[in-house]
């Protein structure tokens, strides 16, 4: 009887033993598991950058994507506020899932900052040599945009259609990556390649990229956000135009400097209606 119980309490207090052990061996696994989601995706916003800004970069990410301008995809940049010779962008992921925990900090030949181990985006060098080459860009949104790529691969001038994309009256210059670079795999994946393009952007808004997608660039962020958007409204809205057959009414370059000074007026309209459209997915 005493033996059987002894033997009892021997195995209860083995057993507790080995169940304490499975708790400790689980809890350090947890917390190493904790730390390496921590390390992945950092819950700290850029350090000393304005949360309005981050938002803005937030919402233009989510709002071309929810418009499939951007898809799985494309990227929206700022220069940095104080540091002209930096910019923010996300780490690399889909624009429809960027927070501002997301963003972060390169110097202008696309260098992180602070990584801590996140990865980034392989075309990061379009942002960089743009900033080094347009002192009046605050923002620079890259798209695959379905609409311009008619418009990149044929002898068809993506041109201003209506007011709202009265910015492209200027003129839309395409950058073929194969004219200096021969074959490549088409994507901007470093300085040389980056600084060619934004050459052939010169002093414009927008430049097509061949057999790829576009860049627009903006004093804002919400304009470079506006003026992505529009350029695919507009080359969708040209193709329509050209099918119908005939000759096609475009605006005057006239048209289309005065058209951009209204655009300016009215950017905070349909931003506040694009923030309002992506707010309540930023709370779940
Ligand atoms: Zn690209």
Known sequence: MTATFRT???????????LARLAAVLAAALLAGLAQTSAQTPSTAVA??????????VIGSRVLADFGVLDGFGHVSARHPTNPTHFLMARSLAPALVTADDIMEFDLDGNAVDARGRTVFLERFIHGEIYKARPDVMSVVHTHSPGVIPFSV????????FHNPSFLGVGVPVWDIRKDFGDTDMLVSNPVL?????????????????????????PSVKMAVFRAYYTDVNAKLQSQAIALGGEVTYLTPGEGEKGDKINFIVIDRIWNLWRMRILPTLAK
Not at 48 to 57: F, N, P, Y
Request: a positive charge.
């Open 48 to 57: 000393g950058v304005d949360a309005a800004l981050l938002e803005d970069m």
């Open 194 to 218: 980056g600084k060619s393009l934004a050459q052939t952007l010169g002093d414009k808004p927008v430049v097509l990229m061949r057999g790829h997608g576009d860049v627009a660039v903006g």
């Open 8 to 18: 009892i309490g021997i195995m209860s207090f083995g057993a507790s033993y080995r």
């Open 154 to 161: 044929t002898k068809v001038p993506l041109r201003a259609m």
